[in-house]
């Protein structure tokens, strides 16, 4: 979906006083006071590139983006062939074959439903090379396709510069009313969360808030890991990689 367009008032949240995972802990299990956990992948299953919906765990827990182009028109979406796992790390592998940049849209199923989720927190340790053409914007998107119902993108930015987040307006299309500042460079391991409530939608960075938004969506939603062309075809010989260490889900209880 669209990113921050210039000229947008930047907002930043006040760092926040709950103590949440920090970056480098192994994938959190269990509920938490309020949530309720209904999805964790800690990539234990090694998988070669191509045959990531063929292996009988992820192909019963994550769905995806296939033959599809991406935002901005120049790539095509082929999670399975972009995404392998080893070592423990989902591996989204960026390239260009035969002319076309390849990228992936990962989707976390719960008890095998694509989207469905109406509130909950998103949890995922990452990190990615600063790959020229290429951008970042994991978001939560309407399951209706609506934009008007709205759309919250953490994180989102070009791989080769920094990661902010955003909230739209629900009710506005495409306007946004939160937009952070680069809170940070992708290469280098992260934790991001999303709080998504009736109240509002926070972000978190490390444990750290780094954005609150009150424009809170209503309808059922679901998460993308959505990797993908930065607005242009990228050069040719532009490639690297976006890994994927866990992520977890909850519902509010």
Known sequence: MPAAAAGLAVVVGAVGTVALLPSGDEMPTGDLPGWRQ???????????LGGFFADSHYG???????????????????????????????DMWLRTEDGVPLVAAPIP????????HAYGRFEVRFRADPVEGYKM??????????????????PEGR??????AANLQVGQPGVFDLVTDQVATFDEWHVATTEWTPEGVTFYLDGEQIGFSDSSPSTPMH????????????????????EVDWVTIYEME
């Open 223 to 242: 998460w993308v890991l959505q990797t993908e062309t930065a607005y242009g075809k990228p050069p040719a010989d532009s490639q690297g990689h976006v």
């Open 60 to 90: 019963q827990h994550w769905d995806g983006y296939e033959d599809l182009p991406d935002t901005s028109g120049e790539g095509t979406y082929r999670t399975n062939d972009v995404i392998s796992v080893q070592d423990g790390v989902m």
């Open 159 to 164: 791989l080769d510069r920094g990661m902010y």
């Open 109 to 116: 199923t719960v008890d095998g439903q694509w989207g469905g």
């Open 38 to 48: 209904v999805f964790t992948e800690d990539f234990d299953r090694d998988v070669p």
């Open 137 to 154: 914007a994991w978001l939560l998107w309407p399951d209706s396709d609506e934009w008007a119902e709205g759309e919250i993108d953490w």
